[in-house]
């Protein structure tokens, strides 16, 4: 739906002259990838308004998007699985949320210190639709260590206050990123040892 939608976009700013039509190819992805984002906010906007969690889920959003730009990981080979996956994500966040109440701040804690050293040691982890160049990873690495750091000394101040929503949001949003990360990474060593098996 979403590539039958960005077709048909693009050739309407086709037959506007508002792009050539050698051009059309990347406007069709980028078109995608808009829509596909756009999908997933509208979904997560509608749950939120549901379960009445606008805040956290502003922060989710905020503190996960922003840190997986940068960190890299797992990315799904269809818009579907994307908006799937991206939806489980914050679905267990909202579970997880409902369900911990007193264990929050203690989960919150284990979590986000099994996640930051693999964010520190991996990122940035490319995706095979966008390789990076050498200096794009060292910037990329700086700015994803940053950002974990940042999100570490906010998770510390807001595990101070009584309500630690705020802190088991942050170190979520820390966790999801790591997981993903750690994807690929799995993924390639298993390809590596079956290629390794299939040589002897």
Known sequence: MVKFWAEELSLRLV?????TIDKRK????GIELLLNDLF???AITVIAMMTKT???SILFVGCFCVLRAFAGGYHCKSYRCCFHVTLLNYSLLLLLH???????LIVGVIIIILSIPVIWLFSPVESVNNPLEEKERIKYKSISRVLTVI???LFTISAAFPNNEIAFVIAWSVFATAF???LPIINEK???MANDETRT
């Open 151 to 153: 999100l570490f000394i």
């Open 54 to 56: 606008i805040l956290i």
């Open 190 to 192: 298993r390809r590596r």
């Open 40 to 42: 997933i906010f509208l």
């Open 26 to 29: 990347f406007y069709i992805y």
């Open 98 to 104: 409902f369900i911990l109440t007193d264990w929050k």
């Open 15 to 19: 037959a506007n002259n508002i792009i």
């Open 180 to 182: 993903l990360m750690l």
